[in-house]
């Protein structure tokens, strides 16, 4: 948990996965300065380099070389953008750390709006891009078939989960372990922590330079990752619910067909061996067991991955005792 990281000793944090953007990141990192600069906070820029192929890091190495706040990630290879997120995390010592696109779509002058919301005690404040400039069949349906979708299964209803421009207390970055395609679920994966969410429009521009890297193939495994997401949230602690609800069901159904199919053999006197429904209710007396048994050992795993961890199941907020606040945490 957080307690047991090292405190942060900035305000801000920056965090920029970067993917072949050699005609974006030096004018992006101008626009960024002017805003923090303004702001008046002590702050870092990352900047992680996810395999860029067309001299990106090259650029960047230049402007570190200039810029003592610029810190540059290079990885060996292209690991994707939730992974350019989760080393930006990691590194990140701001107290509140800001997530942006490097491709010029969102602007850094809306940082002090995400700023001011944070202010009035949020934990995660995310981006509406109202007016989006992408292409309607392509990326503006299915993202908003995917917002809705993504709201009603996790229950944290926001207009805009795509929207990299967001603001984060350092606490919530901590304790989310990113993978997959998970980032944009964020603010659903930490609301098991009790934060609190809100959205604030952002502006949005058209690509001038470069090439999108993504396309409406995404949407796919976007909706492969909220199902691990739902399972995360609602039985990651107690799988057997999940396997166990399913395991019996299962083992009812089948019981209930064999059981009808005993009366007609022994009642009617009819045969029964050349019945679907015999192969029917063995199949799922026999899923019924394979299921229970899953979520018996789902059981011992969690309780492994807790126990060996030392990770709780809870999140303290603040503890106070006589008027006094002892700790707080996020």
Not at 49 to 74: I, Q, Y
Not at 90 to 119: C, F
Not at 217 to 240: C, E, G, K, N, Q
């Amino acid at each position: 948990m957080a307690s047991s990281q090292s405190a942060p000793n900035l305000d801000l944090s920056v965090v920029i996965p970067i993917y072949n953007e050699v005609e974006n990141v030096a004018e992006l990192h101008a626009r960024l300065h002017a805003v923090l600069d303004d702001l008046g906070h002590s702050f870092e820029i990352i900047a992680v380099d996810d395999g860029s192929t067309d001299g990106t890091f090259a650029v960047l190495k230049e402007l570190a070389a200039e810029d003592p706040h610029l810190k540059v990630v290079r990885f060996r290879r292209n690991f994707g953008q939730t992974a350019g997120f989760a080393a930006g995390f990691d590194l990140a010592r701001g107290k509140t750390v800001i997530t942006i696109d490097a491709d010029l779509q969102n602007d850094p002058a809306d940082i002090p709006l995400l700023l001011d919301k944070m202010a009035e005690g949020y934990d995660v404040v995310s981006g509406w891009r109202l007016h989006r400039q992408d292409p309607l069949i392509s990326r503006k349906v299915p993202s908003m078939i995917a917002n809705r979708l993504i709201s009603w299964v996790t229950g944290v209803y926001l207009h805009d989960y795509g929207c990299s421009l967001k603001a984060y207390d350092w606490y919530v970055v901590k304790n989310v372990h990113l993978y997959g395609e998970l980032h944009r679920f964020i603010p659903a994966l930490a609301s098991w922590m009790g934060v609190r969410v809100a959205e604030v429009p952002v502006r949005h521009y058209p690509r001038q330079r470069g090439q999108s890297k993504y396309g409406i193939s995404r949407t796919i495994r976007v909706i492969l990752d909220l199902l691990t997401v739902r399972f995360l949230l609602s039985y990651s602690a107690r799988p057997m619910q999940l396997f166990g609800s399913l395991g019996l069901a299962a083992f009812a159904c089948g019981f209930a067909i064999a059981a009808y199919l005993t009366m007609v053999k022994l009642v009617l006197k009819q045969s029964i061996g050349a019945r679907p429904l015999l192969l029917l209710a063995i199949l799922l007396i026999m899923v019924g067991i394979q299921l229970l048994t899953m979520g018996l050992l789902g059981e011992l795993v969690v309780r492994t991955y807790h126990e060996t961890q030392n990770k709780p199941i809870y999140v303290v907020r603040e503890i106070i005792q006589g008027g006094e606040q002892l700790r707080k945490e996020g």
